[in-house]
């Protein structure tokens, strides 16, 4: 059995160094993306939040034309992935269970595209990154959406972010790949 390469499953193709509103399309026809697989809690709506912000709406209409978007989470609750959902016009799964590649497979059939244009986007980098990773998709780290009414911290992020380092993964925003 052959050793963990940490560096190649945590670390994202892109760590975009601010919230999903600064993918643009620039960005995403830079890298020949034709789909996105959108984590949903704190990738684009705040843990706590029910209501899609209006420019996340603004943004998802922006790369509609340009892109195929589905939502898959790991959240389990029908009530706000779908409520979401709806809002978006866009179509979701729920209880993903991320690092599992298999709700992201579902996705990508779903789109019918190759591995190779469809991105993998949200927050985490043990869940979103390591399940993107996995199926060779193209993985992008964004920043979490916090919620401006509340002080955030967002411990289990932080935590990631040091393992991978030990682990020796090195996460960098290279701003010479941004158009």
């Keep these: 059995m052959g050793t963990i390469q940490w560096d190649r499953l945590l670390r994202p ?8 509103l600064d993918l643009t399309p620039a960005v995403i026809a ?3 993306l034709k789909g996105l697989i959108l ?8 843990l706590r939040q029910q209501e899609v912000a209006e420019p996340v709406v603004a943004w998802v209409e922006s790369v ?14 029908q009530s706000r992935i779908g409520g979401i959902a709806q809002s978006l016009d866009l ?3 729920l209880g ?14 779903a789109m019918d595209l190759p591995p190779s244009k469809v991105a993998m986007v ?7 990154a390591l399940a993107g990773n996995r199926l060779g998709l193209f993985t992008i780290l964004v920043e979490p959406m916090v919620d401006p009414t509340a002080a955030q ?6 935590f990631e972010v040091w393992v991978s380092r030990k682990l020796g993964v090195t996460l960098y925003h290279p701003e010479d790949d941004r158009p």
Excluded: C
């Design 91 to 93: 179509p979701y799964i």
């Design 30 to 32: 830079h890298h020949d």
């Design 13 to 20: 193709s892109l760590v975009l160094g601010g919230t999903i």
């Design 64 to 77: 509609r034309p340009q892109v195929a978007l589905w939502l898959v989470s790991n959240n389990l609750s």
């Design 153 to 158: 911290s967002y411990p289990i992020r932080n």
């Design 96 to 109: 993903a269970r991320k690092p599992s590649r298999r709700k992201l497979r579902e996705a990508m059939a």
């Design 122 to 128: 949200g927050d985490r980098l043990f869940t979103d």
């Design 39 to 46: 984590d949903v809690d704190e990738t684009l709506v705040p």
